[in-house]
């Protein structure tokens, strides 16, 4: 297992945890985090083994510490699970449940192939990941934390990600209720809910979209594309003894977007 030196302010030096969409661009960033603060890391992702394995060595990862997984499948994530136990040699302190997928069409046609697959992952994904690690850390009466990651969407709507917003909506739930049942068990579960940011869809729509552009603009406050550092932040802190008093609650991390609607 891979550790950093330098366990920085959050406490977590020799913790272990799984990073769910841990390839994506914002993911990337969160298991890189969770790294240079001292933790152990098992990264997890759906993708091209090949490009898998490059991805994982240009991040400076073990690829031991990268294992495939396709949330939306029980017999995966139970095999998930072992593996994270076998490489930590034990099970995770802490499981962030980042895995996402969006897509962009107008609310009325929203092809019904593609809210059913999106609901599949972000909602039952999130479902299947959460439930197993719970249900490990019950069985030996152990502690542990749960960190989602939602959206300042689940509050308010945006243009042509109804579905999207709607499945973030239900992982804040959910969550809140991983967080009300499984409180008195010591099992923490908190939700980090960014912004518009600056990767993927976003950040190619914000260069190439004047439209969009605009709109986003307006619609942040702060005046500026989020960067993935700020969420990884975030999820360390509700990773960390620092929040060690907080189980069901949702930190937004939006720039101020979900202050007020901006558009015209």
């Known amino acids: 297992m891979e550790a950093a030196s330098n366990s920085g302010p959050w ?33 997890t992702d759906l993708t091209d083994a090949s490009a898998a394995v490059e991805a994982v060595n240009a991040a400076g990862f073990d690829p031991r510490m990268y294992a495939a997984c396709d949330l ?31 897509g962009s069409h107008p609310v009325v046609g929203y092809p019904i192939e593609a809210f059913d697959e999106l609901m599949r992952v972000n909602l039952r994904g999130s479902f299947l990941l959460a439930s197993e690690a719970a249900r490990r850390w019950l069985a030996v009466e152990a502690p542990g934390t749960l960190v989602f990651t ?36 010591g099992i923490r579960s908190n939700a980090v809910a960014p912004g518009i940011v600056g990767v993927g869809m976003a950040r ?11 709109r986003a603009q307006r619609a942040i406050p702060l005046g500026r594309l989020q960067t993935p550092e700020s969420v990884a932040d975030a999820v360390l802190f509700l990773a960390s003894p620092l929040s060690a008093y907080m189980t069901g609650a949702t930190l937004l991390v939006d720039g101020g977007a979900s202050l007020y609607p901006m558009d015209e």
């Open 11 to 43: 406490g977590l030096a020799g913790r272990r945890a799984v990073v769910a969409g841990a390839l994506g661009g914002i993911g990337q960033v969160i298991a890189a985090a969770f790294r240079e603060a001292g933790a152990h890391v098992l990264l």
């Open 72 to 102: 939306t499948s029980e017999d995966e994530v139970r095999a998930l699970c072992d593996r994270a136990a076998e490489a930590f040699g034990g099970l995770p302190d802490i499981v962030c449940v980042h895995a996402g997928v969006v």
């Open 150 to 185: 939602t959206s300042w969407v689940q509050d308010v709507p945006w243009p042509d990600i109804g579905p999207y917003s709607a499945s973030k909506a239900a992982v804040r739930s959910l969550m809140r209720t991983f967080a009300r049942e499984l409180a008195p068990r």
């Open 204 to 214: 190619r729509q914000w260069d190439t979209d004047p439209a969009y552009r605009s």
